[in-house]
């Protein structure tokens, strides 16, 4: 059986205890018990082995042992900026994200938006991204910001990033632009609503270096595109 992981906020070498959702998952659906081995990561990178040292009727501890070193902090990092799609398909999107290693997802509004979350949608979406490091045995956790206005993202994007956006009649394919970067390059994709940027955005992110990029030979859905982006990306940058 896999050792199960838990969410911590520090994983320094002691005693941590784990209460609330995640101590009743793993008692009860889990059926830890002490001396069972675990790891602990506190989403930024860094994790540690520990063993489960104490149980009382809603919470345990456990002996933090040491730290590990996860190869996967040496990686390049990728954003995705994206209109939000509706219901549960942003749902479906914020997960498997999360689960090809995004670092940052943006919720990007945009003259044909639909959706605009507010605090408890994104609030959600976090956890979801924590559960989805844990089944992906990372060791960081995708951050979720705030919705940004397009402008205001555009005018904030670094330029030490390879800039790009998701345009159905673009020249070159996304993984045709990667193949010519160095494997150390950070990324910010931007993905837009249903119907696309209008031409106004495209010019807006082409004129802050932002690279127009094909994800596919279809025509794709906003959360599709998102992770059809986020796939090509956890491809190369392996």
Do not use: Y
Not at 198 to 219: A, M, N
């Amino acid at each position: 059986m896999a050792t199960r992981r838990f969410h911590v906020t520090d994983v320094t070498p002691g005693r941590i205890r784990i209460q609330g959702d995640q101590a009743a998952h793993g008692l009860k659906a889990l059926r830890l018990g002490i001396g069972d081995e675990v790891v602990v990561f506190d989403g930024s990178g860094a994790e540690a082995m520990g063993k489960i040292a104490e149980i009382d009727r809603e919470a345990f501890e456990i002996e933090v042992t040491c730290r590990t070193d996860p190869s996967e902090q040496q990686r390049p990092c990728l954003t995705i900026a994206t209109a939000i799609p509706k219901g549960e398909r942003a749902d479906w999107m914020i997960e498997k994200c999360a689960e090809l290693g995004v670092r940052r997802l943006i919720p990007l509004a945009c003259e044909r938006s639909q959706v605009h979350p507010g605090a408890a949608k994104l609030e959600r979406w976090r956890r979801k991204a924590v559960e989805a490091a844990k089944q992906s045995r990372q060791s960081t956790v995708m951050e979720i910001g705030q919705e940004c206005p397009i402008e205001e993202f555009a005018a904030q994007m670094s330029s030490s990033s390879l800039l790009l956006f998701g345009d159905g009649g673009a020249v070159q394919s996304m993984n045709e632009v990667l193949l010519n970067r160095a494997a150390e390059d950070d990324c910010i994709t931007c993905i837009g609503p249903e119907g696309g940027f209008d031409d106004d955005e495209r010019e807006l992110l082409r004129s802050q270096g932002s690279i127009p990029v094909r994800l596919g030979g279809t025509v794709l859905r906003v959360e599709t595109a998102a992770v059809a982006a986020a796939a090509i990306w956890a491809s190369w940058a392996r």
